[in-house]
T-cell receptor, first 115, second 112 residues
């Protein structure tokens, strides 16, 4: 079974600095999707970024980018120019391309942004 | 467009009472998911529907839990009778063709 591991329960970053959140996953499948979700104190899970495994190019969304290393099964999230509003729980998620509804979430990383 | 809408946002009830959580998915989405989030177990998939039909309910913890989707725009998750260990945040999410999930704001359930 696929598992998603986030080894950093908590991280902190100074406002305007850059931070990288780690995520590794275990799978025997060749085609899949990876996601980062943000959960602010308001509780709603918000999609931050998505990466298709068949794409070599790393996904980017404004200040958010990923470092996708397929061979290493690593999918880290880089947040540049951190803002106070980035403070939240961040969840890495894996979804199989063969079973659309088998989405696995990591345990989450709590990001604190210091002013 | 409106996102996934859940109600109630907060529910406090006593053990043994029936609890009904409601969800309105995003219009046009064909998949609907119910998740439960706790500190101990993280996010757990309880059940999901495709075109209003329950596909996999293997995550439903016990017979006390049931879910329905009578039409494309409405789903309920019911717990009867409720127990303190059911206290959690329950999320509804929808997706189109199984792509990324769009979540509601969650319903925080506290069972005393």
């Amino acid at each position: 079974a696929q598992t998603v591991t986030q080894s950093q329960p908590e991280m902190s970053v100074q406002e305007a600095e850059t931070v990288t959140l780690s995520c590794t996953y275990d799978t025997s499948e060749s085609d899949y999707y990876l996601f980062w979700y943000k959960q602010p104190p308001s509780r709603q899970m918000i999609l931050v970024i998505r990466q298709e495994a068949y794409k070599q190019q790393n996904a980017t969304e404004n200040r958010f980018s990923v470092n996708f290393q397929k061979a290493a099964k690593s999918f880290s999230l880089k947040i540049s120019d951190s803002q106070l509003g980035d403070a939240a729980m961040y969840f890495c998620a894996y979804r199989s391309a063969y079973n659309n509804n088998d989405m696995r979430f990591g345990a989450g990383t709590r990001l604190t942004v210091k002013p | 467009d409106a996102g996934v809408i859940q109600s109630p946002r907060h529910e406090v009830t006593e053990m043994g009472q029936e609890v009904t959580l409601r969800c309105k998915p995003i219009s046009g989405h064909d998949y609907l998911f119910w998740y439960r989030q706790t500190m101990m177990r993280g996010l757990e998939l309880l059940i999901y529907f495709n075109n209003n039909v329950p596909i996999d309910d293997s995550g439903m913890p016990e017979d006390r839990f049931s879910a329905k989707m009578p039409n494309a725009s409405f789903s309920t998750l019911k717990i009867q009778p409720s127990e303190p260990r059911d206290s959690a945040v329950y999320f509804c999410a929808s997706s189109y063709r199984g792509m990324e999930l769009f979540f509601g704001e969650g319903s925080r359930l506290t069972v005393l």
